[in-house]
């Protein structure tokens, strides 16, 4: 299996790749919706930004459909650009400021070490008509960041600060209605909410707002689908973007590239 997402962001202005590339087993056979979808994938991903590299391997089980477990360890550098906020900047503390301005590009910096996941994912489909699906998906994740360098820093992936060593808990779920079409891309409507939460801090960082996501048929069999979305969420919980706007759009395809 081959997994590939782009996204784009802004309010806090950013993009990120994912790719995974792993191999994938059915862990036993049953043809029930609930059961079908079960496996197990081991392979390796990497996360790439305009100032960040997050390269490392992952494994990932379903025992049923509706659930799956995934770990990941990798490699983090970090690098700088010549704009605002763009790269590794040092903080005094978990009260500083991040905003663009106290972040000049003259002061950003590189660094590198290594960071974890553990993310489970809840998900289920139900038929409500022949045209109308309900659809939903809980996602938490726990992740860990430890730097060469000791020093509170602003990371750019979560838009919070952290000390090397803290742990980030992190939840995003999606409640859709989709319309199923005789032709054409099924269409998705509903809405998300995205949590941050530093333990050591007691910070929380939290979005809310609507979504739509179009999946499109592909030709080729080995393109399972062509996923485009946007969301637009409003900053219930942040530290200085409260009741700002936040526009996510991205595009993901995941390829079935057959057996070995």
């Known amino acids: 299996m081959s997994h590939h997402s782009l ?6 202005t950013g993009a990120e790749y994912n790719g ?20 197990f994938e081991v392979g390796v991903s990497t996360y790439l930004s305009p100032v960040y590299l997050v390269p490392g391997a992952y494994a990932q089980i379903a025992p ?28 005094s503390g978990y009260d500083a400021s991040w905003r663009s301005e106290d972040l000049p590009a003259d002061a950003g910096g590189s660094t590198h070490g290594w960071t974890a996941r553990v993310r489970a994912t809840f998900r289920g489909q139900f038929d409500l008509t ?26 750019v992936r979560d838009d919070l600060i952290t000390a090397p060593g803290d742990w980030v808990f992190a939840h995003e779920g999606v409640l859709m209605l989709g319309v199923i079409l005789p032709e ?29 996501l179009a ?27 409260r009741w700002q706007v936040s526009t996510m759009a991205g595009v993901g395809v995941d390829l079935d590239m057959g057996p070995l």
């Not at 996204?7 to 806090?12: A, C, I, K, S």
């Not at 792993?22 to 979808?37: K, N």
């Not at 022949?130 to 990371?155: G, K, T, Y």
């Not at 099924?186 to 609507?210: D, E, K, Q, T, W």
């Open 64 to 91: 049923v459909s509706f659930f799956y477990l995934r770990a990941e360890i990798s490699g983090l550098a970090i690098w700088s650009l010549p704009l605002e906020g763009a790269g590794y900047y040092e903080r």
């Open 130 to 155: 022949d045209d109308i699906e309900l659809v939903f998906s809980a996602n938490p994740w726990v992740e860990i960041n430890v730097l060469e360098r000791d020093s509170h820093w602003v990371d």
């Open 215 to 241: 999946s499109f048929p592909w030709p080729d069999a080995a393109v399972e689908a062509v996923d485009v979305f946007i969301r637009l969420g409003v900053y219930t919980h942040h530290r200085f973007r």
């Open 7 to 12: 996204v784009l962001l802004l309010n806090p």
């Open 184 to 212: 054409g891309p099924r269409l998705r409507f509903g809405a998300f909410s995205a949590l941050r939460n530093v333990p050591a801090s007691g910070y929380v960082g939290h979005r809310f707002g609507p979504l739509a």
């Open 20 to 39: 995974r590339l792993g191999l994938c087993v059915p862990l036993y056979a049953d043809d029930e919706p609930a059961f079908a979808a079960n496996h």
